[in-house]
């Protein structure tokens, strides 16, 4: 009986070292994947620090309230050019002919001309 009871403990050490062999190469995979899960990756947000150790990001550097209402004050200026140019009529780029009086009257008599002509040969048939 001596001998089986140090086969079952030489087997149990065996399958003890094994397993705990095992073990630790099983927690240093759910360690990566935890470490993975722990990363943001597109479209996550970061996760919450967990203690107050870790320092937040650096605040980017922001526009003054000065510089805001400089470029407030040339966009109205700007808009308020726009609309100005909008409200003026469109004037022509060419200047306008105008006629005459003695050239109107030459047209007027020209037309009368032609129209007694018309009407003499529309009598005539």
């Known amino acids: 009986m001596a001998k089986q009871s140090q086969i079952d403990h030489g087997i149990l050490n065996?399958?003890?070292?094994?397993l705990e062999f095992e073990k630790s190469r099983l927690d240093a995979a759910i360690a990566e994947i935890k470490a993975e899960l722990r990363q943001p990756g597109p479209g996550r947000p970061q996760p919450a620090p967990t203690d107050g150790a870790e320092k937040a990001a650096p605040k980017r550097g922001g526009m003054s309230a000065a510089g805001k209402r400089r470029i407030a004050a040339?966009?109205?200026k700007?808009?308020?050019a726009l609309k100005?140019?909008?409200a003026e009529p469109k004037k022509s780029k060419r200047k306008k002919r105008k006629m005459s009086a003695a050239g109107r009257?030459?047209?007027i008599a020209?037309?009368?001309k032609r129209w007694a002509a018309y009407h003499?040969?529309?009598a005539k048939a």
Do not use: E, P, Y
Not at 14 to 18: D, E, F, K, V, Y
């Open 110 to 112: 020209a037309t009368k």
């Open 14 to 18: 065996a399958a003890l070292s094994g």
């Open 105 to 107: 009257a030459r047209i």
């Open 120 to 122: 003499k040969a529309k």
């Open 78 to 80: 700007r808009w308020a």
């Open 74 to 76: 040339a966009q109205r």
């Open 84 to 86: 100005a140019s909008q």
